[in-house]
């Protein structure tokens, strides 16, 4: 099959996800900031005018990173955070978070790329804060309301609990991912779930 036939029989969904997976070969040797699209389009098969079919830039890459590991960075913790945790809530604490930082370092190379995007461009800002921040400070503050009608907590102000503890679990994956020697997820998720269990449980 020649390679122009390839081209037409590649989906544009497919198309896509090329590009995004070029861009994460790239990152092995180019910092995100770096990127340009002809650093980026020569990892294809496609022109480089194709990447403006799909990207407006190479900022908005970004939001096919958010895409990618969404999910993976809820699914440790959504139905935690839904109420479906077990009685030994201060050691579900633990587990859950310690997943959800081993997820985010799954996808180190994607968050750094996300986070330098996000301060370059209001619109990929916009869909990371509405998508991962905002998402999971909503689902934190409902998770700590369900907690005080359970008695086990005595929150004055679960929305500003749920904000801080977010903020501070996506500081925590963000300065780690820049050390030199990274700690490892465990131990995070520990120190993350110990300030958790105060805020919340007071314990």
């Known amino acids: 099959m020649s390679e122009r036939s390839q081209r037409r029989r590649r989906t544009p969904e ?7 997976d070029a861009t994460v070969a790239a990152l092995a040797d180019v910092e995100f900031g770096s990127l340009t699209v002809d650093v980026i389009m020569q990892r294809t098969e496609m022109t480089r005018s194709s990447f403006y079919h799909y990207f407006k830039s190479v900022d908005e890459l970004a939001l096919g990173f958010i895409d990618r590991f969404e999910e993976a960075i809820r699914a440790p913790v959504d139905d935690w955070l839904a109420g479906k945790g ?10 859950h978070l310690t997943d959800m930082f081993m997820a985010m370092e799954a996808h180190h190379t994607a968050m750094r790329a996300l986070e330098h995007a996000s301060n370059n461009s209001a619109h990929v800002y916009s ?34 609990t749920a904000r801080a503890l977010i903020l501070m679990n996506n500081a925590l994956a963000n300065d780690n991912m820049l050390l030199a020697d990274p700690d490892d997820a465990s131990a995070i998720g520990k120190t993350s779930a110990d300030i958790w269990n105060a805020a919340i449980y007071a314990q």
Do not use: C, H
């Open 127 to 160: 869909e990371w804060r509405e998508r991962i921040i905002d998402y999971f400070i909503e689902k934190t503050a409902r998770f700590i309301r369900q907690q005080i009608m359970l008695g086990r907590s005595a929150v004055s102000d679960p929305d500003r």
């Open 14 to 20: 497919m198309a896509r996800e090329e590009i995004i």
């Open 86 to 95: 077990s009685d030994n809530y201060l050691v579900d604490t633990q587990i």
